[in-house]
């Protein structure tokens, strides 16, 4: 079956410009999480989407960041008026529900370049 | 705050040996406990994972050691093969209370040369 997907792939954008990435993930998981992953670094917790809802936005960086939810399946991440320390890989994940505990399917990622 | 550190940052193996990952972690609320694999260019997947509740668990060449007392787990993969070169990430969640958030650490690079 399908794994998760993202789009695009690479986005290089001008600082200050407004960039959209999107995730579609499993079809029929529920649950779906953004991290962003620095150059060197770990994995970080942006939000996270159960259905439509977005209980949880703790991880988001400033309130350039915005997420939605659509339909409990495409998620798209907004990033307005870029900076250059937004330039990261995007990554996306969804499980069946937020109450299984075990794996986590990530995409392969958007790679964001703020010039 | 850092929740899960991991160390090294790089590892340089030779083929055939073992390569061992530390992580420490600081919130006893943790209770579940990856290890994800990432290949570059890809996302991580995952490799194997751990509760709280046992000391070891094996798959293959591949086996996470689990200290609760001393609040840390490293894995070890046996036989390193060069096909395991990857950057790998431990990770730790709360489960439901924490609606599965994975915490990760900041990634170890292993070469495994041939």
């Known amino acids: 079956g399908a794994g998760v997907s993202q789009s695009p792939s690479n986005k290089v954008t001008e600082k200050g410009k407004d960039v959209e990435l999107r995730c579609d993930p499993i079809s029929g998981h529920t649950a779906l999480y953004w991290y962003r992953q620095s150059l060197g670094q770990g994995l970080e917790f942006l939000i996270y989407?159960?259905?439509?809802?977005?209980?949880?936005k703790s991880g988001l960086p400033s309130d350039r960041f915005s997420a939605e939810r659509t339909g409990g399946s495409v998620s798209t991440l907004t990033i307005q008026r870029t900076q250059q320390e937004d330039s990261a890989v995007y990554l996306c994940a969804s499980i069946p529900q937020v109450w299984t505990q075990g794996e986590q399917f990530f995409g392969p990622g958007t790679r964001l370049t703020v010039l | 705050q850092q929740q899960v550190k991991q160390s090294p940052q790089s590892l340089i193996v030779q083929k055939g040996g073992i390569s061992i990952i530390n992580c420490a972690y600081e919130n006893t609320a943790f209770d579940y406990f990856p290890w994800y694999q990432q290949f570059p260019g890809k996302g991580p997947a995952l490799l194997i994972a751990?509760?709280?509740?046992?000391s070891e668990k094996k798959e293959g060449r591949f086996t996470i050691s689990f200290n609760k007392s001393a609040k840390q787990f490293s894995l070890h993969i046996m036989d390193s093969q060069p096909g395991d070169s990857a950057t790998y990430f431990c990770a730790a969640s709360r489960g439901v209370q924490g609606a599965q958030k994975l915490v990760f650490g900041q990634g170890t690079r292993l070469t495994i040369n041939p």
């Open positions: 989407f159960q259905g439509n809802s977005a209980p949880d």
């Open positions: 751990i509760r709280p509740d046992v």
